[in-house]
């Protein structure tokens, strides 16, 4: 759906590539140009990236670009949806979890023409009239919602569980086919769902430029497109080459006091207001038709034209077009009845195991992984394969030598789906002890894992991480961490304390600010409250809440490290298999081994007793961002003075404590039980009534 052009602006039609000198403008001057280039490139912006259709050359916009940038700094005029916020913003320290406006549902699916029928009967009988069906691809990229107030962008989240996910508003910004500001006549408030995606040549490009940078190239498109969008840095994400497709409108309203509510008669109403409104949908696939046959034949088509796309695609959508049907339809806990995915059939191939080999995850996860006579698998060429755990591989009756059937799961990750040939007697057995580190291995379940802990150097970038985010040490990030053992200045986690500004110095990257920054932040950790030191030294299952419990209630990590299985399932929150890991974690020579390094360079304050008990018997839930607080902060200061900050609002919730850009679902569940809302001056001020002062 083609757009206008902005009337009367100067850098549309036919733009100069030169420009008088900044310093020769009045300031009133400057900010009228800017906002004329702002309004030009938004268009430009859309015309190639959305419309595919660019106006002008690519020398002429990155002349409008740069002089907009020009003018924003000389006279500080930038504006939070400037398309100069498309390079990139301030490096984050963490992505904040978020909960949606509407909860996003997965989708029931099915890979055979009988299961559309069968979902399509299923919904005829609910209905009084027949229904009429949409079908468009089924995107295989990261899910997101996108949310616009007053037209501008003011918010993008993950899928994440479906009910809350990451903010990721500062990387969505620096995708280009998002547009920052609506077209024509959008609605107040409009929650949409998108999928971030990284096209098939430019997945390729930068593959090809990571191999030549000496870089390990992404798996896949999905995985490229899901780690881009989680970057840290804005900056990163802004230098890969992500799109967006947008596909359903979540919430929407034009009256200010209604805050959700479609507003949109059908699906394709959707589809149509949606591309009017400037954002990017794809039109060029995409059915309108009562016919399930059409709607098999349409997956089909697709199905045959998928390798000749620029994007990936696991299938086809049909959903019910008509939303008052949707609405007498309904959902399930996990879906909704009016869509359903018509999959395609995996893509599969036979081949050998050549090996097996079992790899430690940074969390120490055992997994084994088949290596395989490579073998092309839907364009791919695969030389692994995952064999899930040990169970699997007795199911399977899988060894080296015989020979599979290799597919790919969503079309992504390689596994092993049968054995097609036995050459073998028996299966693989699976190692009792760590192949890195020999530690035994503990199960859980299905999974094993290893018991090295802090003494496993396949875990030992994870464990980095892990401890410096929890003492709030800035500056080790994944890639920090990476660096730090590859170039093998840590090759145990007390080794962070013995750090010199020489040694960092010589690392690629780095100044004598920067080393000189980072260990005073690892001189400002070394005395950290007993809580924070056990949640991190990363004892599986152990999470802040629980390490608060355990401080409170051993005071030492002396006493800690020394109290039996019974004394620790005597704490609040851990049970038998909780106070097992504790227990085996403190028993394993080589953590204590580390832990007694550790300790050298590190004292932990003693607890009595916690903070207080000034909150005992409060229970809260937290919807919505705090300014200045995270929520695992809001959650500590409430549980270190006895009360309870709980996820989900129940009948024994005493308050729903509402910041920026709550989650509705939430609200409605707190109306439903009739538990009162407090904004957050509220809750501080609950709290200075209890005794409980907090710097604001």
């Known amino acids: 759906m083609s757009q206008q052009a902005p009337a009367d602006n100067p850098y549309v039609e036919d733009p100069p590539t030169e420009f008088e000198p900044v310093e020769s403008m009045s300031e009133a001057e400057a900010a009228e140009q800017a906002a004329q280039l702002r309004e030009a490139i938004r268009y430009h912006d859309y015309r190639y990236y959305v419309e595919n259709d660019p106006l002008v050359a690519d020398r002429t916009y990155d002349a409008l670009f740069s002089r907009l940038q020009a003018l924003e700094d000389a006279f500080d005029l930038q504006t939070p949806d400037s398309p100069t916020r498309r390079v990139g913003g301030e490096p984050l320290d963490e992505l904040e979890t978020v909960e949606h ?4 549902r997965s989708i029931q699916s099915g890979g055979e023409a009988s299961d559309l029928r069968a979902w399509v009967e299923r919904v005829r009988g609910r209905l009084d009239e027949p229904p009429t069906f949409t079908c468009e691809p089924k995107f295989d990229g990261l899910s997101v919602e996108l949310v616009y107030e007053g037209g501008r962008l003011t918010r993008a989240a993950t899928r994440g569980d479906g009910e809350t996910g990451e903010d990721v508003t500062a990387n969505v910004r620096t995708v280009r086919s998002v547009p920052q500001r609506l077209r024509n006549d959008y609605p107040d408030f409009l929650a949409v769902r998108g999928e971030v995606y990284m096209p098939r040549g430019a997945f390729q490009t930068l593959n090809r430029e990571r191999v030549e940078d000496g870089e390990d190239p992404f798996a896949n498109p999905r995985n490229a497109a899901a780690g881009s969008l989680r970057q840290l840095d804005p900056s990163v994400t802004a230098g890969r080459p992500l799109a967006c497709f947008c596909y359903d409108v979540l919430a929407t309203r034009r009256d200010p006091d209604a805050r959700t509510g479609n507003g949109f008669a ?12 400037g954002l990017r949908v794809e039109d060029e696939w995409y059915l309108v038709t009562d016919d399930v046959d059409e709607c098999i034949d349409f997956r089909d088509e697709m199905l045959d034209a998928r390798d000749e796309l620029d994007y ?23 879906h909704p009845r009016w869509a359903f995915a018509y999959k395609f059939p995996a893509r599969a191939e036979t081949t050998t195991i050549t090996d097996v080999v079992v790899q430690v995850g940074r969390t120490g996860r055992l997994t084994p992984v088949a290596l395989l006579e490579p073998v092309d698998v839907g364009g791919v060429t695969v030389s692994r394969a995952s064999l899930h755990n040990a169970d699997e591989i007795v199911e399977l009756d899988a060894n080296v030598g015989d020979e599979v059937r290799v597919t790919r ?6 596994y092993v789906a049968e054995v097609v040939e036995k050459h073998t007697e028996g299966h693989f057995e699976f190692p009792e002890t760590c192949p890195v580190c020999g530690s035994p291995a503990e199960r859980d379940g299905p999974i094993h894992f290893c018991t090295g802990g802090l003494a496993c150097e396949a875990q030992l970038e994870r ?11 800035e500056g080790v990030g994944p890639a920090v961490a990476e660096q730090l053992v590859e170039t093998e200045l840590v090759e145990r986690l007390p080794d962070l304390y013995e750090l010199e500004v020489d040694d960092l110095v010589g690392l690629e990257g780095w100044g004598e600010k920067r080393a000189s920054n980072l260990l005073a932040q690892l001189d400002a950790s070394r005395e950290p409250a007993l809580g924070d030191f056990v949640a991190a030294l990363g004892i599986h299952g152990v999470g802040p809440e629980t390490a608060r419990e355990l401080a409170r209630r051993f005071g030492t990590i002396e006493a800690l490290r020394d109290a039996d299985r019974e004394a620790l399932r005597a704490v609040e929150g851990v049970g038998p298999t909780l106070a097992e890991n504790v227990r085996e974690f403190f028993e394993n020579e080589r953590n204590r081994a580390v832990l007694e390094d550790l300790l050298s360079h590190v004292s932990p304050l003693e607890t009595e007793g916690g903070g207080g ?84």
């Open 101 to 104: 406006v509407v909860p996003m």
């Open 266 to 277: 059908t699906h394709e109403t959707e589809h149509r207001s949606l591309a009017a409104f």
């Open 312 to 334: 990936e695609i696991d299938g086809v959508v049909v959903k019910v077009d008509d939303r008052e049907q949707c609405e007498t339809l309904g959902s399930t806990a996990r």
């Open 409 to 414: 799961a969503g079309d992504v990750i390689p």
């Open 463 to 473: 464990s980095l991480g892990h401890y410096t985010a929890v003492l709030d040490v």
């Open 613 to 696: 008990d000034e909150l005992d018997g409060l229970t809260v839930v937290f919807t919505g961002s705090v300014e200045g607080w995270t929520r695992d902060d809001l959650g500590a200061l409430v549980a270190d003075r006895g009360g309870s900050a709980t996820s989900s609002v129940s009948g024994n919730t005493d308050y729903l404590v509402v910041g920026e850009n709550p989650g509705q679902s939430k609200r409605d569940d707190a109306a439903a039980a009739a538990v009162p809302e407090l904004y957050p001056d509220e809750f501080f001020d609950l709290l200075a009534k209890r005794g409980v002062e907090v710097e604001r």
